[in-house]
């Protein structure tokens, strides 16, 4: 199945949950696409210990997910 998740907030936590449930939807074997929109377009914008963005977004990528702005 593809599946469009669509992210447009700017919150270093929902950024970081997004793009780890679509790590799960591609470990499921889904097609994924993260659609960026307004303020989350900077995605590893706020990535810290807590939420580390940054790596769940290069998983996200090497798992064949699509980033889309």
Same mark, same amino acid.
């Given at each position: 199945m593809q599946i469009?998740?669509?992210l447009s907030s700017s919150d270093p936590e929902i950024k970081w949950n997004t793009v780890r449930f679509g790590n799960f939807l591609l470990n499921a074997g889904e097609e994924v696409t993260i659609f960026l929109n307004g303020p989350s377009v900077? &995605?590893?914008? !706020?990535?810290?210990a807590d939420y580390p963005i940054?790596?769940?977004?290069?998983?996200?990528? &090497?798992?064949? !997910?699509?980033?889309a702005a």
């Open positions: 469009l998740l669509t900077d &995605l590893t914008k !706020g990535d810290c940054a790596e769940q977004a290069k998983l996200f990528t &090497l798992s064949e !997910g699509v980033l």
